[in-house]
């Protein structure tokens, strides 16, 4: 095709300072793959707020199979990403072609090592920010629900799946743990951690950060050819 079209899931407002985040991520790792494939780059960008299954059936309507969707998340929406594929293949349905994850929140029990090991280096989240968030999400779930918590989930016959993580960020065991477990379970599976790196690095304007979205391309590069 001679373009792509992305639809972004967002709990954030549609602000400048807010809503780019997301947006950037996504366009940038495409454009860059567009490039390479040497496709005109034509991206329409869709801000869609609401559950993730909603907007997965949005891209169906759209005309968009499964095979030419590939799901991507920071932080939160990594979690979201992981849950909906686990919802999809609870329902039999086909599931996206790949799975991008940046610093995912995948264990809300915060039972990882690193929510202490990282707690004095991570200048990003803490304790009372994840508790806070943690609360305002579940409101009582069962927090080792797969759904809430998708490193608990069976992610038998996944997607081949991109799982890069900053070294200095407290979710640094959720990223590593959901690593094993997909090793585990016979996914296909590519992690990277960055030193001295930060929870979502990837939206700073810095050498490291472009890399690491050059290196998101790569990845859809070899996953899309």
């Known amino acids: 095709r001679q373009g792509a079209?992305?639809?972004?899931?967002?709990?954030?407002?549609v602000d400048e300072?807010?809503?780019?985040?997301?947006?950037?991520?996504?366009?940038?790792?495409l454009e860059q793959h567009l490039v390479r494939t040497r496709k005109r780059t034509a991206v329409s960008v869709i801000l869609e707020s609401g559950e993730p299954r909603e907007v997965h059936h949005f891209a169906a309507l759209l005309g968009y199979g499964a095979r030419e969707v590939i799901v991507a998340g920071d932080s939160a929406g990594g979690n979201l990403?992981?849950?909906?594929?686990?919802?999809?293949?609870?329902?039999?349905?086909l599931l996206p072609r790949g799975l991008v994850l940046?610093?995912?929140?995948t264990d809300l029990t915060s039972s990882g090592e690193s929510f202490q090991?990282?707690?004095?280096?991570?200048?990003?989240?803490?304790?009372?920010?994840?508790?806070?968030?943690?609360?305002?999400?579940?409101?009582?779930?069962?927090?080792e629900n797969p759904l809430v918590s998708p490193l608990f989930g069976d992610h038998r016959d996944f997607p081949p799946t991109y799982?890069?993580?900053?070294?200095?960020?407290?979710?640094?065991?959720?990223?590593?743990?959901?690593?094993?477990?997909?090793?585990?379970?016979?996914?296909?599976?590519?992690?990277?951690?960055?030193?001295?790196?930060?929870?979502?690095?990837?939206?700073?304007?810095?050498?490291?950060?472009?890399?690491?979205?050059?290196l998101i391309a790569d990845f859809i590069y070899d996953i899309c050819r």
């Open 163 to 214: 799982i890069q993580v900053g070294e200095n960020e407290v979710l640094y065991s959720d990223a590593r743990r959901l690593y094993m477990r997909l090793l585990e379970e016979h996914v296909s599976v590519k992690f990277e951690h960055f030193k001295g790196m930060w929870h979502v690095f990837q939206m700073s304007p810095f050498k490291t950060a472009y890399g690491a979205m050059d």
């Open 17 to 29: 300072n807010h809503a780019a985040i997301p947006s950037l991520l996504a366009v940038s790792a």
């Open 117 to 143: 090991t990282k707690a004095e280096v991570d200048p990003v989240l803490n304790a009372e920010y994840i508790d806070r968030m943690k609360l305002a999400y579940t409101q009582g779930r069962d927090l």
């Open 81 to 93: 990403a992981l849950a909906l594929t686990l919802s999809l293949k609870a329902q039999k349905r």
């Open 102 to 105: 940046m610093s995912p929140w």
């Open 5 to 13: 079209n992305i639809i972004i899931l967002s709990d954030r407002g």
